[in-house]
């Protein structure tokens, strides 16, 4: 694995290995736990409650710097990391987020604000303005060559949870009201 930039000071950072792979950042918590059985699961919509910020992705001009500004300060959706919590600890957790990588750091610090559990954390690249649909396509295929086997999806997209059942991963929807 190829150490880049891990954060530095109050973060977590000691514990931490970022890559570039398949064309996406991905982050993971050493020491790595074995691949094999897996849930993942998206960021915005999922487990970060971003409602009070989606408005800047409204209308003709998405404002995504705003949009990403505030990330930091989303609230937990308490299901979801019930959720998380509740699952078998012998399943890997993938973070599967459409975020850019330059907002890692705040969000490797919203995830250990909130203990929230996870292995490895997949964003894009900075620069990488494909749909998200096709960024978690691209992502679902590099996880299963990594070695995962991932058992359950959950995603708020209802293009990206098409996507990913076609690619045979098995996805539950989550309503975000994002995309309504
Ligand atoms: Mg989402």
Not at 39 to 57: I, W
Not at 115 to 135: I, T
Not at 139 to 153: M, S
């Amino acid at each position: 694995m190829r150490e880049v930039a891990a954060p530095s000071g109050e973060t977590p950072g000691d514990q931490l290995v970022t890559e570039e792979r398949a064309g996406a950042l991905w982050t993971w918590r050493t020491p790595v736990r074995g691949l094999g059985p897996a849930t993942v699961f998206d960021l915005d919509g999922v487990l970060s409650d971003g409602s009070a910020r989606h408005h800047h992705l409204q209308g003709p001009n998405p404002d995504w710097e705003s949009f990403l500004a505030g990330v930091g300060e989303d609230p937990v959706i308490e299901e979801v990391a019930s959720l998380l919590a509740l699952l078998d600890p012998s399943l890997a957790v993938v973070l599967l987020t459409g975020r850019p990588a330059r907002v890692r750091d705040v969000t490797l610090e919203w995830l250990l604000r909130n203990q929230l559990r996870w292995d490895l954390l997949v964003m894009r690249r900075d620069g990488d303005y494909r749909p998200a649909s096709h960024f978690k396509q691209d992502a679902a295929r590099a996880l299963r060559n990594e070695g995962f086997e991932v058992k359950l999806c959950f995603e708020d997209d209802k293009r990206t949870v098409e996507i990913l059942r076609q690619a045979g991963l098995p996805t539950m929807y989550v309503h975000s009201g994002y995309y309504d």
